[in-house]
């Protein structure tokens, strides 16, 4: 079964940059579309990025084009999205998501990024 | 791209049945058979109940159902259970390798 683990959320302040990472010990996401989804303070869920199996083929939501960047390490059974320019609206619990065959079917449990100064 | 447009809100007793709708348009819901809806409950991970319009996952209960009239999809939640009262989203293709949520329905089981 496909257990996935954020990591990487913090404080950041404006302007700043983070790193955030999904992971699957116990499973290969080499053969997974990876979407990165996230929720904030009493919003709803708003699609973030996606980036395909060998990670050639990469999508971005509106309010993050330019600013993030998706990407994978197969090697590490690793996903990654490395936020930067960050404003104060970024924050949000960033959950990661297989996303094969149109549906998100397992998720993490999220990781927080709180945007301050 | 908007959000698709559910209400922000419904609710039901325990037992009853209520419906979640989910409206888009000809080039995200109505275009396509491609509609999943999620369950979100407060500090937890989204969970997939519902997929291509009407087909639940191995282990969701079969009181989750789903449907889609042309540009509107539902999902509808039969003999209402307290573990039940959560947000739903909805999630379509529109297209291009283009995904839409909907802006979320927070059900409340009275």
């Known amino acids: 079964e496909v257990q996935l683990v954020e990591s990487g959320g913090g404080l950041v302040q404006p302007g700043g940059s983070l790193r955030l990472s999904c992971a699957d010990s116990?499973?290969?996401?080499?053969?997974?579309?990876i979407t990165w989804v996230r929720q904030g303070p009493g919003k709803g869920l708003q699609l973030v990025a996606t980036?395909?199996?060998?990670?050639?083929?990469?999508y971005y939501g509106d309010s993050v084009e330019g600013r993030f960047t998706i990407s994978r390490d197969n090697a590490k059974n690793s996903v990654y999205l490395q936020v930067s320019s960050v404003r104060v609206d970024d924050s949000a619990i960033y959950h990661c998501?297989?996303?094969?065959?149109?549906?998100?079917?397992?998720w993490g449990q999220g990781t927080l990024v709180t945007v301050s100064s | 791209q908007s959000a698709l447009t559910q209400p922000p809100s419904a609710s039901g007793s325990l037992g009853q049945s209520v419906t979640i709708s989910c409206t888009g348009t000809?080039?995200?819901?109505?275009?396509?058979?491609?509609v999943s809806w999620y369950q979100k409950h407060p500090g937890k991970a989204p969970k997939l109940m519902i997929y291509?319009?009407?087909n639940r996952p191995s282990g969701v209960p079969d009181r989750f159902s789903g449907s889609k009239s042309g540009n509107t999809a539902s999902l509808t939640v039969s003999g209402l259970q307290a573990e039940d009262e959560a947000d739903y989203y909805c999630?379509?293709?529109?297209?291009?390798?283009?995904?839409?949520f909907g802006g979320g329905t927070k059900l409340t089981v009275l």
């Open positions: 000809s080039s995200d819901v109505g275009g396509y058979k491609y």
């Open positions: 980036i395909n199996p060998d990670g050639r083929l990469r």
């Open positions: 999630f379509s293709y529109a297209g291009t390798k283009h995904y839409i």
């Open positions: 998501a297989t996303h094969n065959d149109w549906r998100l079917a397992n």
């Open positions: 291509e319009v009407n």
């Open positions: 116990g499973f290969t996401l080499s053969s997974f579309w």
